[in-house]
């Protein structure tokens, strides 16, 4: 391949990751084409994306980039696999999919600059919660010890208040109140 193709490539792998700074990496080698399509096409609706990548022109092309740390796991037949909403649910979709299609390798993935390597890192990344469930859990242990404190509040008045209601009906029914 001459020069001027390489750079056209690199420049293409560029344009086409760019803002990507999340993504998985697997090999698709072997895979029947029947197999390849439905996965494609099941990641698709997803709006997860499959790109094919030269591995020597992608280390190129994701210099200085934040999937720049998965140069070390390029080797052999590479995919990048990016998109929906985050790369833990890239993650999950291609975990699930690994369990039909028997050839799919898992070779790694990338989030916040920290690598996950091989198959046991991809699974172990699945098992992550997403953005929106991380803030869901964040919040829910923000509010939990103000909402035992307003029970803990609470519960004497609301004894109290009790006590009042059952005296109140009493009266209202004219039987007499017994001393404590």
Same mark, same amino acid.
């Not at 919660?129 to 803990?152: D, F, M, S």
């Not at 006590?163 to 009906?169: G, M, P, R, T, V």
């Given at each position: ?46 709006? $997860? ?17 934040? @999937? ?35 050839? @799919? ?10 690598? +996950? ?10 098992? +992550? ?5 991380? $803030? ?30 059952? $005296? ?11 001393? @404590?």
């Amino acid at each position: 391949m001459s020069k001027p193709v390489k750079n056209m490539l690199i420049r293409d792998y560029q344009a086409l990751l760019e803002g990507v700074e999340d993504a998985l990496l697997v090999s698709i080698r072997g895979i029947e084409a029947n197999d390849n399509n439905r996965m494609r096409q099941g990641l698709a609706e997803k709006q $997860i994306k499959v790109t094919v990548i030269r591995n020597n022109l992608a280390k190129h092309a994701l210099k200085d980039s934040g @999937l720049e740390s998965l140069e070390p796991l390029f080797s052999g037949p590479s995919a990048l696999a990016y998109g929906a909403e985050s790369v833990v649910d890239v993650a999950r979709e291609l975990v699930k999919w690994a369990k039909d299609v028997q050839k @799919l390798e898992l070779k790694g993935a990338v989030l916040d600059g920290l690598v +996950f390597e091989g198959d046991a890192g991809v699974r172990r990344l699945s098992n +992550f919660p997403t953005r929106e469930e991380a $803030i869901a859990q964040n919040v829910t242990l923000v509010l939990t010890p103000g909402q035992k404190l307003v029970g803990a509040a609470m519960g004497p008045g609301s004894a109290l208040s009790s006590c009042l209601k059952a $005296i109140e009906e009493k009266l209202e029914q004219g039987e007499a109140i017994a001393k @404590l």
